[in-house]
């Protein structure tokens, strides 16, 4: 496989604060327990991914969707012989940005940014959490990750160049990540297609024939699970089928990865960085199978009404309670209050950005004194 592209432990750039190794375990896999045990790893638990509670107690949260993903990662990390602890630290780092109420308030916060001329994202707020928010050591500011975490933190979704992101230029501006951070998106990918079709058909949004309809590799699926399986129910050969899908998404993850890689002809991680594009890929036609369901999510799922009221109603007030604590700063709680230094929109951004949906709703009804609508788990 692609042994000889694992990015080596022991070439690591280390830690901004440098400490001694670990008797037993190596930098990645500690990197990996610090962010299991950060708060903004346990505050995903009460984040949406895409539909809010009160309808299941099945739908996936953001720390549900996060283990889902690393699950994935690793075994295609484990499969391409690449390094399995750095996969895996990426993977469950990859979403401890997101703020409250899913894609809805990552682009209201942005919104309320772009007033002052910056913006929210939440792979920088990532960064910003695991390298200044996170209080849990005496020696040192935040969680003091290795670099190869930090910078696919940032990097693991998107590439910037030199001056780009004059905030991320200690990160290789130019250059591609290891080739494990480069798996992460694609990863996330899979997870989120395949999950957001089993939550809508848990929430009764579409059923299986309606997915095999727009999606013709998940209709050759279901025709054989239908044939294989004729006795058994819509729920379970609807089971049955995801859970094929999700194997040839994967296997089309790594055989599409190796073909890439063969046909750059990298031979080590370094050169892995200096490539024109990146490594991981589809294979075409896994490709067109993942552009497919994303348009069939869209078009079936994320765009019904339901959904985009609650992504309307979440972003409205995400959107007040920003504008109340610009206009009255004191209503902010004190450590968030009396940070020096920092500008006031940077301050607030921060403070919600951290929020869980659920202590969202109690900050805003406290501060508001107006009851919120959205569904409460």
Same mark, same amino acid.
């Given at each position: ?211 095999? $309809? /727009?999606? @013709?590799?998940? =209709?050759? *699926?279901? !025709? ?9 129910? %819509? &729920? ?103 940070? $020096? /230094?920092? @500008?006031?929109? =940077?301050? *607030?951004? !921060? ?9 969202? %709703? &109690? ?15």
């Amino acid at each position: 496989m692609l042994a000889h592209l694992r990015f080596p432990v022991n070439r690591s750039r280390g830690r901004r604060y440098p400490e001694p190794p670990h008797p037993y375990r190596n930098p990645f896999q500690r990197d990996r327990d610090r962010i299991v045990h950060s708060r903004a790893f346990r505050r995903l638990e009460a984040k949406t991914q895409v539909f809010t509670p009160g309808i299941s107690d099945h739908f996936r949260n953001r720390l549900t969707h996060t283990i889902e993903v690393a699950q994935i990662a690793r075994t295609v990390a484990n499969v391409l012989e690449l390094d399995e602890d750095l996969t895996e630290a990426l993977a469950l780092a990859h979403d401890i940005g997101h703020p409250p109420f899913g894609h809805a308030g990552e682009f209201e916060l942005n919104r309320q940014m772009e007033r002052f001329g910056e913006k929210f994202d939440h792979n920088l707020h990532a960064l910003r959490i695991v390298e200044s928010f996170e209080q849990r050591y005496a020696r040192f500011p935040g969680l003091n990750l290795t670099f190869e975490v930090r910078e696919g933190i940032v990097k693991h979704s998107r590439d910037f160049g030199p001056g780009e992101a004059p905030e991320l230029d200690a990160y290789l501006p130019g250059l591609k990540p290891p080739l494990e951070a480069q798996l992460i998106d694609l990863a996330d990918e899979i997870a989120y297609n395949t999950a957001d079709i089993d939550d809508a058909f848990e929430a009764e949004m579409l059923a299986a024939e309606e997915v095999a $309809a /727009g999606v @013709p590799q998940y =209709r050759a *699926i279901l !025709d054989a699970v239908s044939t294989q399986f004729p006795g058994a129910t %819509r &729920r379970e050969q609807f089971q049955e089928s995801l859970r094929q899908l999700i194997d040839l998404l994967v296997s089309g993850l790594i055989e599409g990865t190796v073909q890439q890689a063969r046909k750059e002809g990298a031979g080590t991680p370094d050169e892995v960085r200096e490539l024109p594009r990146r490594l991981a890929s589809f294979t075409p036609e896994t490709s067109e199978t993942s552009r497919e369901l994303k348009r069939f999510l869209h078009r079936q799922v994320y765009e019904a009404p339901a959904l985009v009221e609650g992504r309307r109603e979440s972003a409205a007030m995400i959107g007040q309670l920003f504008q109340l604590f610009l206009e009255k700063p004191a209503l902010l709680p004190q450590p968030y209050r009396g940070q $020096a /230094g920092g @500008p006031l929109h =940077r301050v *607030i951004c !921060d403070y919600i950005g951290g929020m869980t949906d659920t202590f969202f %709703r &109690r900050v805003y009804e406290h501060v508001t004194g107006r009851a919120t609508t959205l569904p409460r788990p």
